[in-house]
């Protein structure tokens, strides 16, 4: 009982540092570290940093929060599948504002095209929702593999290790999402597969 009950904390713990919201913060992040962007002005990538910070992580996550308690609802009754679509609508705004405050800024496109790409893989999340409950946090590290294989082709680096952290930290994530009763494991394997497809079509075609 012990080790179950300590396989639980585990998995809420892991399930809370790889929120779904940190995917555009942690890809911007790997592109200034892995590419010569890294070379850009701090004031810069500062500006960029904070635009994305405020408008993908800190306003979603304070105006769900100001919903679900307007609502008197706990985090597991806002899972019910009706109920996340306000939790997506306000995500998505966000997301649409923090590209349009990007492009105010002249901020590089294909900077602008991992939140980009965030969105294309939450609008695709929504819809698949309707009818089968994916998980949104496979899907979220799925889409920073495949915006990792994408800037790879861009910028003509190596991508091998970078992606195996990556591909283990989803198998860690995906197991702590099942060990939770959250997903079954085809619903994380195709909250994965629809992450980095939608990732990298984002980041090279859109």
Do not use: D
């Not at 609502?71 to 009754?77: D, F, N, T």
């Not at 294309?120 to 949104?136: D, G, H, P, R």
């Amino acid at each position: 009982m012990t080790r179950q009950k300590g396989l639980i904390i585990a998995a809420k713990v892991i399930s809370m540092i790889f929120t779904p919201f940190y995917l555009p913060l942690i890809g911007i992040a790997l592109l200034f570290s892995l590419s010569y962007m890294n070379m850009l002005p701090m004031s810069y990538k500062l500006l960029v940093v904070t635009i994305v910070y405020f408008l993908t992580i800190f306003f979603p996550t304070f105006l769900i929060h100001l919903y679900r308690r307007a609502k008197g609802w706990s985090l597991l009754q806002l899972s019910h599948k009706r109920r996340r679509i306000v939790a997506y609508a306000i995500s998505i705004l966000c997301y649409i504002a923090c590209i349009e405050l990007m492009k105010y800024y002249h901020i590089y496109h294909f900077i602008i095209s991992i939140v980009i790409a965030a969105l294309l893989i939450q609008a695709v999340s929504v819809v698949v929702n309707f009818w089968w409950k994916i998980s949104t946090h496979t899907a979220a590290i799925g889409g920073v593999c495949g915006a990792l294989m994408a800037f790879a082709e861009l910028f003509r680096f190596n991508p091998v290790w970078w992606l195996c952290v990556g591909i283990l930290v989803s198998g860690i994530l995906g197991t702590a999402r099942i060990i939770l009763r959250q997903h079954t494991l085809g619903q994380v394997v195709a909250g994965f597969a629809i992450g980095v497809v939608c990732a990298f079509v984002g980041v090279l075609y859109i």
